[in-house]
């Protein structure tokens, strides 16, 4: 679980950051999990963004993709929304105590 002081500091990385990851109609597929799974690992932190043809809410999509890939879910800004996850091979990102 991350502080309110972690989440204040993932956000202003995340503030500049470009979305890479989009779900679109189909919603939340194998596909979409397995490339989460790989670029998070890769990043600890990805920018997403949820397209106008889904027919699911953004926060919905967002916390979903969450609890599958097994990331925190920082924040929902209309239809972006920021995922991290520490790299269990080598950690980039210092989070502030």
């Known amino acids: 679980m991350l502080t309110g002081k972690q989440k204040r500091y993932l956000r202003a990385m995340g503030n500049e950051m470009v979305p890479i990851l989009q ?3 189909g ?3 194998e596909t979409v999990v397995t490339q989460t799974n790989q670029t998070i690992e890769a990043r600890e932190l990805i920018k997403g963004r949820v397209l106008q043809n889904c027919l699911e809410e953004p926060k919905s999509v967002a916390t979903e993709l969450a ?4 990331s925190e879910l920082v924040q929902v800004i209309g239809r972006n929304f920021l995922l991290y996850r520490p790299s269990k091979d080598k950690p980039v990102i ?4």
């Open 94 to 97: 210092e989070l502030p105590r």
């Open 27 to 29: 919603g939340i597929t």
């Open 23 to 25: 779900v679109g109609k």
């Open 67 to 70: 609890d599958q890939t097994g």
